[in-house]
Nanobody, 122 residues
Framework: QVPLVESGGGSVLTGGSLKLTCEPS????????MGWFRQSPGKAREAVAI????????HYVSKVQGRFTMSEDTAKDTFYLLTTNLKAEDTAMYFC???????????????WGQGTQVTVSS
């Protein structure tokens, strides 16, 4: 498959921060939209933040609004999710995905990274 690398996860205390990185190949970058999703055991994968691949517009789900921030370095074809004020309920495997539709639906994203684990200890 097209190379896609995620990194930046780790273990932090409540209130801490992590910066997640997604490094797609250009064919993935050329997709119109990208999203950050997360999944914890026993739960379905859910969107946390969606954007155009060039960062023209962004959407955050209410559970992370004001705490998570998407950014991108288009020159490096690299995308970031800065997670701040982390809570125990943010513990999950975080994935980046790319697709051709602005959507919070997992099925609308065609390319995925391997995931990076975020663990928040209270």
């Amino acid at each position: 498959q097209v190379p896609l690398v995620e990194s930046g996860g780790g273990s932090v205390l409540t209130g801490g921060s992590l910066k997640l990185t997604c490094e797609p190949s250009r064919p993935i970058y050329n997709s119109n939209y990208m999203g950050w999703f997360r999944q914890s055991p026993g739960k379905a994968r859910e969107a946390v933040a969606i954007s155009s691949t060039l960062g023209g517009h962004k959407h955050y789900v209410s559970k992370v609004q004001g705490r998570f921030t998407m950014s991108e370095d288009t020159a490096k074809d690299t995308f970031y999710l800065l997670t701040t004020n982390l809570k125990a309920e943010d513990t999950a495997m975080y994935f980046c995905g790319f697709g051709r539709l602005f959507s919070i639906n997992v099925d609308d994203f065609n390319f995925w990274g391997q995931g990076t684990q975020v663990t928040v200890s209270s």
